[in-house]
C-alpha cells in the first residue's frame, strides 16, 4: 500500500504547525504564486537606483500607474539630486501635487537629495542603515530599493504584503515580525521574487474584501473568514393569482 503523501499542513500535537510543515507550505504557496503571476516584478517605472528611490517615496498612498504618469515627465525634468535641491519648493510641489501628500513627498524627497549630496557624493547608498538614514526612507523602501536596484536580498513589506502574511499566518510578534518570518521561511534568492508576489497576490486576489473562490492558494490558506462563490442562479419571481370577485 502506497505512503500517503504528507500534508503541508501538517501540524503538532498541541495544534502548532510543524516547523518543515510551514516552510513547504510557504514554497508551495510561492510557487503557485509565481505561476499565477508570471510579470511579477516591479510595477514602478525607472531607470536608475536615484529614480527608483525617488518613485517609491512618491508610490506612498497612491497607485503606481499614477506615479508612473508623474515620473515619465518629472524625471524629464530632473536628473538627480542636485536638480530637486535646487528647484524652488513651491514649484517642485506643484511637479508633484498629482500623487497626493504632494507638499510633504517634496519635503521628503528635497531632504533626501540633500542628504545624498551631503553625505554620500550624490550617490543611492547600498545598505539599510544609510537608506534608512534618508528622510522618507523606512525599512519598505529601503528594502525596494535594495532589492530592485542592486540586487541585495531583501524583503518589503507594504500593506499588500502584511495583508497576504497575515491571513497565511505568517507572522511573529515586534514591529518587523512579517519580514522577519518571510525570511525564515524562504531562502535569500527569493526573498525579492516572495515580495512582488506576495504584493501582485494582495492587489489583485487577497484584496481587503478577498477573492477566496479564485484564488491559487486557497487550499493551502488558513484564513477564517474566507468568501464564497456569489450564486449565480436567479431565483424566478412568482406571480401573483389574480382572483375575481363576484357580486
Not at 511637479?95 to 519635503?107: E, N, Q, S, V
Not at 535594495?146 to 499566518?169: K, M, Q, S, Y
Request: charged share 30%; aromatic share 6%; glycine share 6%.
Amino acid at each position: 500500500m502506497p505512503l500517503a503523501r504528507s500534508s503541508p499542513k501538517a501540524r503538532t500535537a498541541k495544534g502548532r504547525e510543524d516547523p518543515a510543515a510551514r516552510r513547504r507550505r510557504a514554497r508551495a504557496i510561492l510557487t503557485r504564486l509565481a505561476k499565477a503571476n508570471p510579470d511579477w516584478g516591479p510595477t514602478l517605472e525607472y531607470s536608475n537606483p536615484f529614480e527608483l528611490l525617488v518613485a517609491t517615496i512618491l508610490a506612498a498612498q497612491a497607485k503606481d500607474e499614477r506615479i508612473n504618469q508623474v515620473t515619465r515627465e518629472l524625471f524629464a525634468k530632473y536628473h538627480g539630486p542636485a536638480d530637486f535641491v535646487k528647484v524652488p519648493l513651491a514649484e517642485l510641489e506643484r511637479d508633484l501635487r498629482p500623487t497626493g501628500f504632494y507638499r510633504m513627498k517634496a519635503k521628503a524627497i528635497r531632504g533626501a537629495s540633500e542628504q545624498l549630496l551631503a553625505e554620500f557624493g550624490g550617490e543611492v547608498p547600498r545598505d539599510m542603515d544609510s537608506l534608512v538614514r534618508l528622510r522618507g526612507v523606512g525599512r519598505k523602501t529601503a528594502s525596494i530599493v535594495l532589492g530592485n536596484a542592486f540586487g541585495v536580498p531583501a524583503i518589503a513589506v507594504d500593506r499588500h504584503v502584511e495583508r497576504v502574511a497575515t491571513r497565511l499566518g505568517f507572522t511573529r510578534k515586534g514591529p518587523s515580525g512579517i519580514e522577519e518570518e518571510l525570511r525564515s521561511l524562504y531562502p535569500k534568492k527569493d526573498w525579492v521574487k516572495v515580495t512582488w508576489n506576495f504584493v501582485l497576490h494582495g492587489r489583485r486576489i487577497c484584496t481587503p474584501t478577498p477573492k477566496c473562490p479564485v484564488c491559487p492558494i486557497s487550499d493551502l490558506c488558513p484564513y477564517p473568514k474566507k468568501t464564497k462563490a456569489e450564486s449565480t442562479t436567479r431565483r424566478t419571481p412568482q406571480r401573483r393569482s389574480s382572483t375575481r370577485r363576484t357580486r
